[in-house]
Structures are given as structure tokens and as C-alpha cells.
């Protein structure tokens, strides 16, 4: 997908909120081999390594356009690559004392598949942190897919939805203990974001939820995609200021 670092940023604060918490959850122990699985623009992937005394940090992120704002957090300690989540956990064979992801495996299909995969990276006693969206519980992951399902849409996408990949707290904790895990901390937590108006929240969901649909567009319907959707954001949220209950789903364990 084709990433937009200006767009993303727009609501730095309220993203990073998460990344606290996960942040919270981890031991703290010297000298980590940590991996940060979908780093973005590489600036919580910082943060991240600051607080791990003498640890080596490496990011990587599928997106080139993300990466380019990389630079900035990179020294001795941080590095970066362009690599995707699957890649990383299908051609690897370093292992790693932290897998930590943030907002980022929401990206990538079969959860059930998928999080035995990462936790096979880690070394022995290593820790998995992980935060993403609960998108199967958010309102603007159904209100796009409701319109995707119209016309004239649901003819050039050829019947395709974003069918959210994400579980249910109780299956990944399941996934957690049959995986091996113990000191399992698996919790969803609403994020309230509070805006001006319903423009601004849809310029929060165009850094990232609308990505997928209007890529597979073209330019008219693009347009047409874009108008229907803040039309009905500004239905369904006409009071100022907006809140929206953001929910996402936070987790950690020992292996």
C-alpha cells in the first residue's frame, strides 16, 4: 500500500498512545535483540530502544515511503530495513530476545497462522509485546465496507471487502498459552479520539483505514468513494466535537 508519512503523522499523539502501554508491559532487561515488526517512520521504534539500556533494535517496515523518514532515528543502536511482516517471519533465522509490534500486524492475514510464526522468532525466555486495532469492533472499518458493498464500487472492486484479520482478545490468548506462553497479558482498551468535526475524522481514517479501498479505484470512483464516505461521517458523527471510541487490542507474554 502506498503510505503517506505527512498524513500519518497528523495525529502523532493520539497513535502513540498505545505504544505506551504495550511500552509498559516489557521487562526491561540489557543488552536486547529486539525486532520491531511494521516500524512506520522508525520514531517509536526510538522510543522503543531508549528504553532498553544497551540493546540492539532493528525496524523493519514494508513501506519505502515510511522508511525514508527514518533517518532522523537511527544510530548505533537503531537500525532500519524494508522488509515485510511475512517476509520477516518466513525467511528468518536470527532470533530475538523482544518481538514488539505496534499498530502493525492488522496488515497481514491469518492471525491463527500468523502469531505461532512471530513466536517462533523469539529465543528462549524472550518476550512478544504486540498492539494493534481491534478493527472488527470499529465503526469506521463497517462504514467502509457497508460502501464498498454499493455500486458503483462493488462492481470495480469485484466484490472485495477489508475483512479484518484481527481476533478476539479471548483466541490470542489461547494462541498465547498453546504457543507456549506464560506472564499472559492479553486486554482491549477504547482510546477515545476527540476531534473538531467529522472532516477530521476522516482525515484520521485517510493515513490508514482508507488506504485499501481507494487504491483499487479508479480516479472518478476514487472521488466518488471519498465524498460518499465523508457524507456519511458527517451523518453519523454530526456533533462537535467528535469522539470516537477507538478500540484496541493490547498483549504480551514470556516464552
Known sequence: MAWNPDTYNKFKSERFAPFYDVLALIEVR????????????????RKLADALPYSNVLGVDSSQEMLNDSLPFANEQVRFEQKSIEDQVRN????????????????????????????SLLKPTGQLAIQLPAQHHNALNKM??????????????????????VLEIEQYARLLFENGGREITVFEKIYP??????????????GTTLIP???????????????????????????????????????????
Not at 543488552?31 to 521504534?45: K, P, S
Open 213 to 255: 479501498y481507494t487504491e483499487k479505484l479508479n480516479d472518478e470512483n476514487q472521488h466518488r468513494f471519498i465524498n460518499e464516505f465523508k457524507n456519511r461521517l458527517q451523518k453519523q458523527f454530526a456533533k462537535a466535537p467528535v469522539f470516537y471510541p477507538f478500540k484496541r487490542i493490547v498483549m504480551k507474554a514470556v516464552f
Open 30 to 45: 540489557e543488552r536486547m535483540d529486539v525486532i520491531d515488526l511494521g516500524c512506520g517512520t522508525g520514531e517509536l521504534t
Open 92 to 119: 528468518s533465522d536470527k532470533k530475538w530476545d523482544l518481538v514488539f509490534s505496534n499498530a502493525a500486524i492488522q496488515w497481514v492475514d491469518d492471525h491463527e497462522a500468523l502469531l505461532p510464526k512471530i513466536i
Open 144 to 165: 467502509l465496507n457497508d460502501l464498498a458493498d454499493e455500486e458503483p464500487f462493488k462492481t470495480q472492486l469485484q466484490g472485495w471487502q477489508r475483512t479484518p484479520p
Open 193 to 206: 479520539l476527540v476531534v473538531s468535526d467529522s472532516t477530521a475524522l476522516y482525515e484520521w481514517a485517510s
